[in-house]
């Protein structure tokens, strides 16, 4: 079994509407430090067998094809 | 004019969408289940709005990917007529049959109410029937309709007309980059908007802005 975490993130330049009422949560909350938050998306997937180069592959693909929005989104996949 | 409804789980404008088609075409539209892979031979085929799938990982990514898109995607190649109507334009820019994205209002809030419309491109085979510029009255109800493209794919649609609606008299309620209501695909064929013509079609209704967008897709004359 291959697990993997895909995390996708807005691009840059993408305006953030929820990261913005977070970090002004944050802000209320106390937290005067906080330069910007910006929200985005875990995926924890495993895959089955021990084909790791398979493994990226489709994961690759997956993200493509389904995990992110390639218009306003970046992902990025990391298997331990 | 033969038209046909795509049906999918979590949509709810789908009787509206259908009352509409019947009553200003005075044919009932045929329906067209997720699972198939065929859609009949129509010129018109609409995606309404809703939640399908419950606006999971992204509004309108998963039913992007059913089978009866690809057959969508197919009829629009042949140039067949689509329109996606609020989550059937999330669906249509999710199935990369439109540019762009459709983002979280900027107010973070769900926007139920009457907007203004400006009829920013009337060549379109959608929009016929209204006037250059002309400022229509619609519902709009949703909480994903921020449109948002890069700075190149916004100058394209820009300068090729395929903005074909506009929020207009301050009244976007969502953040839309320069205003954007509805677009249509390069080819004109496919078009995509957040309001809800299907609800402003008749008297009872408050009013029938809205109907002009159907007759002008349907060949219905003036």
């Known amino acids: 079994m291959i697990k993997a975490r895909i995390t996708v993130t807005l691009k840059n330049g993408v305006l953030d509407p929820q990261g913005k009422a977070i970090e002004g949560a944050l802000g209320a909350l106390g937290f005067d430090g906080v330069g910007s938050v910006r929200q985005g998306k875990v995926f924890d997937v495993e895959i089955q067998g021990t084909d790791r180069a398979g493994a990226e592959a489709d994961l690759k693909a997956m993200c493509e094809k389904l995990l992110a929005n390639t218009v306003i989104e970046n992902y990025s996949i990391a298997i331990p | 004019m ?165 929020y207009a008299e301050g009244t976007n309620p969502n953040g839309s980059i320069n205003d954007i209501a509805g677009i249509v695909s390069e080819r004109g064929n496919v078009l995509g908007l957040m309001p809800h013509p299907e609800n402003l079609i008749e008297a009872a209704h408050g009013g029938a802005d809205g109907r002009a967008l159907f007759e002008s897709a349907l060949g219905i004359a003036a």
């Not at chain 2, 107010?107 to 907007?115: A, Q």
């Not at chain 2, 794919?153 to 506009?166: D, M, S, Y």
């Open chain 2, 2 to 166: 033969k038209s046909a409804v795509v049906l999918l789980p979590g949509l709810n404008r789908d009787r509206d969408m259908i009352a509409a088609l019947t009553r200003i075409s005075g044919t009932a539209p045929l329906t067209v289940w997720q699972t198939e892979t065929q859609i009949p031979a129509v010129d018109l085929i609409v995606i309404p709005g809703g939640f399908s799938y419950g606006d999971y990982l992204r509004c309108g990514a998963i039913a992007a990917r059913m089978p009866v898109m690809r057959a969508v995607a197919e009829k629009a190649r042949q140039g067949v007529m689509v329109l996606g109507v609020c989550n059937g334009f999330q669906i249509l820019l999710e199935a990369g049959l439109l540019p762009g994205a459709l983002m979280r209002n900027t107010s973070l809030k769900f926007v139920c109410r009457e907007v203004k419309l400006e009829v920013a491109n009337a060549g379109t085979a959608f929009t016929r029937n209204y006037s250059q510029g002309q400022i229509i009255r619609c519902p709009v109800a949703h909480h994903d309709g921020n449109y948002f493209a890069d700075a190149e794919t916004l100058a394209r649609i820009e300068g090729q007309g395929q903005v074909a609606f506009r």
